[in-house]
């Protein structure tokens, strides 16, 4: 098993494949329940859809773990998303589990959020398996029956694994018929810290009843490893992101 250290790993063509590896495969994006309210030890299952960076649908499940832990507004998160052109095929989804915790709400007060996550994607660049960890901070207004915050989230991905296609690697030796490029080719195995993302937009929700919640972000997405600070933007990706969420309490 390689970790990416060869001359190959360093090389730019190299650098070239992993991007093209990261950025072609359907990403199974954000999809961390948009909390309306504190669960009081009780039970919410929820359905989304939204675009983050491409068409998803999502299923999650929350769980108030306030008398357990003896610490109010706490709450067990767990789901999957999927990118909705992967539906038939599931090659590409993302399971994640985590917690938020709500602080001082009702009222202006602040909801966290901390996820692990896995991602699995099979696709023409190959086999990915991804380790990531999200960070969330909804700074906002709390009332009992809706909320409106702002929304501050970061996503790493901490380790991939790479297990490179066939056409992958005939792209390599395409390139460098000759062997000239002085390595054997595409190495598979793990690629530390291959991509981050951030994300900037208002979430709100509306508790329609004791049982029905609805819920929804809107923002701005960037992700510097495909876009410049300033000198080179983005021209072919879709910079925003969207999500809605219906959910049932119990």
């Known amino acids: 098993m390689q970790y990416g250290r060869t001359s190959f790993a360093r090389s730019p063509l190299h650098l070239l494949l992993v991007c093209l590896t990261l950025q072609l495969a359907p990403r199974a994006a954000n999809a961390q329940p948009i909390g309306t309210a ?5 039970n919410r299952a929820g359905f989304g859809f939204g675009w983050d960076p491409t068409w998803l649908v999502s299923l999650g499940y929350s769980r108030g773990l306030d008398t357990p832990l ?21 090659n ?31 696709d023409a660049t190959g086999k990915k398996l991804g380790l990531g960890g ?22 790493l991905a901490l380790s ?6 066939d056409r992958v690697r005939d792209l390599y030796r ?26 900037v ?30 000198d080179n933007p983005s021209i072919g990706g879709v910079p925003f992101y969207i999500r809605t969420e219906g959910a049932y309490r119990w």
């Not at 504190?38 to 009780?42: G, I, S, T």
């Not at 909804?138 to 929304?151: N, V």
């Not at 991939?160 to 296609?165: L, M, R």
């Not at 395409?174 to 994300?199: F, I, M, V």
């Open 201 to 230: 937009g208002v979430a709100g929700g509306w508790l329609a009843s004791e049982r029905l919640e609805f819920s929804g972000v809107l923002g701005f997405d960037y992700s510097p490893q495909v876009e410049g600070a300033i």
């Open 134 to 155: 999200e960070l969330s901070l909804r700074p906002g207004y709390y009332h009992q029956r809706w909320s409106l915050a702002l929304e501050l989230a970061g996503r």
């Open 38 to 42: 504190p669960l009081v030890d009780a």
């Open 92 to 122: 590409a989804f993302k399971i994640w589990l985590g917690g938020q915790r709500f602080w001082n709400t009702p009222g202006f007060g602040m909801a966290t959020g901390s996820h692990f996550t896995l991602v699995l994607a099979n």
């Open 174 to 199: 395409n390139r460098y018929p000759d062997g000239s490029g002085g390595a054997e080719g595409p190495q598979d195995g793990w690629y530390w810290l291959p991509a981050a993302r951030y994300h």
């Open 160 to 165: 991939t694994y790479i297990a490179h296609s």
């Open 70 to 90: 003896g610490v109010s507004g706490t709450q067990l998160d767990a789901g999957l998303a999927l990118p909705l052109t992967q539906i038939p095929r599931a």
